[in-house]
């Protein structure tokens, strides 16, 4: 339930808060938290599912809140002390939701409990904290976690670095391409047919365009939005999101970014004390791919039927050759969580490979598609009035 309330401070200056818990004592306790009096309840409210819901944290800051966590549970710190502390820093609906773990805590619940009545942190890391308080070992736990999201987010931040650039200048190269064909040359048009120009295939051809482009403006703009809007709808369906999976999973990015998170998910997981079949179903929702999940689903099977991982690996078909030949060696030398790790190093560094490739190809590849565009049109206005100087 939210409770919309009325609050007093230390102060004594009175606020107004949405606060989301079970209870009027949950909501008293809340408030406590918060060094807030309640005074008075508003109005109460039915919370709506939220369609829209992103992950309350980013990678960069589970990687933080990850090595603060372990850094106090190491100290020997309670966990329901650790998490109070966090709480205490952050802002928001991280706090809000941070003080409903530490309320649920001290009300006996377990870690395990508390984290499936909020949901605070990703599956993957959930079940891994899960573990760690099943091993009384949450320190550990935390440590390998806040590495994990560290190392995650400084390839996406660096991925999205390498990508700006580009998508600038590609958006810069359409208006640009755009402003000319529209506005500039029919001005330049009309000038040189009334100074009796003879006009060229390649203007002609532009004159078409922006005269299309003049006429249909509204309608290209309406069947775009439509079409963002189809895929969108379509990419709901369970079918259509299994196909784009799967189209997106035989670009060469996409496999090498696969194999470093199961490589590195599963040594998190087999370190942890998991086994391999249970490894794999707390790893799958870090893959974030329909296609991938149904195949690591077969694996587990393939696991239970007897099967080595290895061999399965094999089978599927998914795997690198690489990856199969290092689990392989992994199994027989009865260190498979030790050679995933260092599988994980060497993916994280092709990873790092590619995108350097793809930042060196893609920007020169978009100043040329740029300059021909722009040169293009600049000749076909150049030419007409060569043609008048010529004739006078």
Known sequence: MIYKVR?????????????EAESIEDLKLILKMKD?????????????????????????????????????????VTLQRAFS??????KGRKKDKLNKLVLDLEKGYSLRESLERNTIFPKFASNLIYLGEETAEPGRIFEELAQYYRQKAYFENKFKAALAYPIILLFVSVFVTEFLIIYILPSFSEMLKDMGADLPLSTQILLHIAEFLNTYNIYILAGFLFLILLIYLLSM???????????????????????????????????SGLTLQRGLAVCEP?????????????????LKEGISLSESMEE?????????????????????????????????????????????????????????????????????????????
């Open 316 to 392: 599927l078909g998914i795997f690198s050759d690489i990856l199969v030949a290092m689990v392989k060696s992994g199994e027989e030398a009865s260190g498979l969580a030790e050679v995933l790790k260092e599988v994980s190093k060497h993916y994280l560094e092709e990873l790092e490979l590619e995108r350097q490739r793809f930042t060196a190809l893609i920007e020169p590849a978009l100043i040329l598609i740029m300059a021909l565009l722009v040169g293009f049109i600049v000749i076909s206005i150049a030419m007409p009035m060569f043609d008048i100087i010529n004739r006078v």
């Open 85 to 90: 502390v966090i709480a205490k820093q952050s």
């Open 7 to 19: 609050t007093i401070d230390k102060a004594g200056k009175s606020k107004k808060y949405k606060i």
């Open 36 to 76: 807030l009096e309640l005074v008075k309840v508003l109005d109460q409210i039915s919370p709506k599912k939220d369609f829209y819901k992103r992950n309350l944290y980013k990678d960069q800051d589970l990687a933080i809140v990850f090595e603060q966590l372990a850094l106090m549970v190491k100290q020997n």
């Open 237 to 271: 369906t369970k079918k259509f999101r299994f196909k784009m999976d799967k189209f997106i999973f035989s670009f060469k990015l996409a496999k090498r970014n696969f194999y470093y998170r199961f490589s590195k998910g599963m040594a998190l997981a087999l370190e």
């Open 286 to 302: 870090i893959y974030a791919n329909t296609f991938i999940a149904e195949k690591t689903k077969e694996l587990a099977n393939k």
